[in-house]
């Protein structure tokens, strides 16, 4: 059976908003056509299965494709607002270890956290998320389902840390936690993983000015840091954390950056060369202090990065919708329609979801429904000058695109798929 949806507005992220736009789908959810409705009612799947193998349905808001979270920790949702704000990144990591050392919760508190998270996340129009964790028991999260009964995404990945490889490897995939915190031989090892288990591999990357002094000089508050814990540093490169992955071998398609707070232009050159994912998390960047990145100079290289909302204990609340504000504050010169692809499609494409992330014929991802109204529109933190729904209907494509980055977080979310 074909499905026929119209919507005041189609945002198909591969395209300008449609206005009056409509989407046709087969009994799959597979997208056969989208577009002015007028267009995509004439489509010849409709006389061909004719009216008794149709449906038809008309939704009252913004249509577009599902949200992808390309980074977080749900493992840590137990340490919202525990571990405060303020950097330099070593001090900070210092408090999150100093909670989670003198106050450990049990699996069972930790997986009830983190999955009410999830429920949230799912609440607010998130399809998917890249899930990182330390802990064996984070593997077994079992995401609730959300209001359209289906459930979300999750691929987790299991975050290594230390010099050498585990002479166990977990049982879930695997990836690395940074090259500050891993020597070579398990950054390696854990990419050659990665590639076995054909999952992409996960890094925090050039996250702060520390992490560059550190790897560049083996000085600085990391290597303090090291020294009061204890600890031997388990590499000192010589080089800039982007060229020092790229040295040893494991920068490339599969690789997923996360942060690139701190890189050079010929660091963002090399990474589009060999063709490394980017993820920026711009709440977790703020709450941590450690600056803001790049942005224009990964677009102008060839990079799209994807958003995530990393840790609760980084970030003052989880919303890819709020990401995108953040985003939008802190580079004003950004496109609304580049926020948004972020926000979607990049996301898909470092997830490796093959069809995710925009509407188009033959893509075949979750699409969602989003408006302001009811319980969000008045919610205390909703801006007073937040717009109406009759004033968006007769809005122009640019100002709808602007409004989802600006107000999304404050919009009633509804699954169409």
């Known amino acids: 059976m074909a499905t026929l949806v119209r919507a005041p507005w189609l945002v198909p992220i591969v395209g300008p908003p449609v206005a009056d736009g409509g989407v046709l789908l087969d009994d799959r959810g597979r997208i056969l056509a ?3 409705f007028s267009d995509v009612a004439a489509h010849p799947a409709l006389r061909q299965w004719g009216r008794r193998a149709s449906a038809w349905r008309e939704v009252d808001g913004v249509l577009m494709p599902a949200l992808v979270n390309a980074h977080t920790h749900l493992e840590l949702a137990w340490l919202a607002g525990r571990v405060g704000p303020g950097g330099p990144m070593p001090a900070w990591i210092e408090r999150l270890l100093f909670v989670r050392e003198r106050h450990p919760v049990p699996d069972t508190v930790m997986r009830r956290a983190a999955e009410r998270l999830l429920a949230d996340l799912h609440g607010q129009g998130v399809a998917a998320v890249l899930d990182i964790g330390n802990r064996s028991a984070a593997s077994a999260l079992d995401p609730p389902p959300g209001p359209s009964g289906k459930r979300l995404y ?10 050498e490889p585990p002479p166990t490897p977990p049982e879930a995939p695997v990836t690395a936690h940074a090259p500050y915190s891993c020597g070579p031989r398990l950054l390696t090892w854990a990419k050659k993983e990665s590639q076995r288990q054909g999952v992409p591999f996960s890094i925090h990357l050039a996250e702060s000015a520390e992490e560059v002094a550190f790897l560049r000089h083996g000085s600085g508050p990391f290597a303090d840091f090291f020294r009061r814990r204890g600890l031997v540093p388990p590499s000192r490169p010589g080089q800039n954390p982007v060229a020092y992955l790229d040295r040893l071998g494991v920068l490339d398609a599969s690789t997923v950056c996360v942060h690139v707070v701190h ?9 589009a060369r060999r063709g490394g994912k980017v993820v920026l998390c711009p709440g977790s960047n703020r709450f941590i202090g450690v600056g803001r990145p790049d942005v224009a100079g990964m677009l102008a290289a060839g990079l799209l990065p994807a958003l995530g909302t990393d840790s609760p204990a980084s ?3 989880i919303s890819l919708w709020r990401e995108m504000r953040l985003l939008a504050e802190d580079h004003p010169d950004l496109a609304p329609a580049d926020i948004l692809k972020m926000a979607t499609l990049a996301g898909a494409e470092t997830l490796a979801l093959d069809g995710w992330g925009k509407i188009a014929a033959g893509a075949t991802g979750p699409l969602i429904v989003v408006r302001p109204g009811g319980r969000q529109r008045k919610n205390k933190n ?3 000058a937040f717009p109406q729904w009759d004033a968006l209907r007769r809005a122009a494509g640019q100002e709808i695109e602007a409004f989802l980055v600006q107000h999304g977080e404050h919009c009633e979310v509804e699954w169409l798929l």
Request: aromatic letters at 4%; proline letters at 7%.
């Open 382 to 384: 909703t801006p007073a």
């Open 34 to 36: 989208a577009g002015p």
């Open 154 to 163: 999750r691929l987790f990945l299991h975050e290594l840390l230390g010099a």
């Open 315 to 317: 970030n003052e609340r």
């Open 263 to 271: 890189a050079t232009s010929d660091d963002l050159a090399l990474l």
